[in-house]
Every structure is written in structure tokens, then in C-alpha cells.
């Protein structure tokens, strides 16, 4: 059984590896990644590796092969981060309506 204090520091990594996902941005919307809605999981595992699922707007985006890897880069150098593990997937396909209220507003859409 999990502590509280293991679970309240895999929270507070979880955190900062949000924090920094909210740095990198796609760069044809002005939106980072993480308001954008193309982070559909941040898991903590044990030793704190980062397990990063994410998708990107649209198979054919000409970052395909980028921004995973600048993921991979940025996250792995957070505090407390170990390692990091990014899993790319169209499962679900992103659309429109992934995107926060935050990122909406940055958009003008809201």
C-alpha cells in the first residue's frame, strides 16, 4: 500500500511536469501543449519517471518527430524527474473541444 507522502510526492512531480509542459508550445497556435490538450496522461511511476501520453493536432503535423522529443528534453530536466517516457498516440484523435478554457481565451475563442 502507498503512503501518503509518496502519493502527495508523485502529485507534487506531476506538477512541475505540467508546469513545464505549459513552456512548450505547437508552433502554429500560440497555445501551449498542455492547454491545448494534447497531454492525455502524466503518470509518476515509482523510481519518478515521467510517463508522458500525448497526441499532436493532426498526424501530419510538421512536429511530428519534434515536439515529442523537445517532451522528452524538458520534462526529464524537472526537479525530481528521473527519466521520461513519451508515448505518441491518435487515440483518441485530437480535436477542438481538447482545448482548455484557458486556451480557448488565449485564442479569442471564449
Known sequence: MMNM???EYKNM???RVVQVLKTIFDPEIPVNIYEL???Y???IDDDSVAHVRMTLT?????VAEDLPI??????KLAE???DVKVTLTFEPPWDRNMISDAGLL???FL
Open 37 to 39: 490538450g494534447l497531454i
Open 41 to 43: 496522461d502524466i503518470l
Open 5 to 7: 507522502q509518496n502519493i
Open 80 to 82: 525530481g524527474i528521473t
Open 70 to 75: 523537445e517532451v522528452h528534453e524538458k520534462v
Open 58 to 62: 493532426s498526424p501530419n503535423c510538421p
Open 106 to 108: 488565449e485564442l479569442g
Open 13 to 15: 512531480l506531476s506538477e
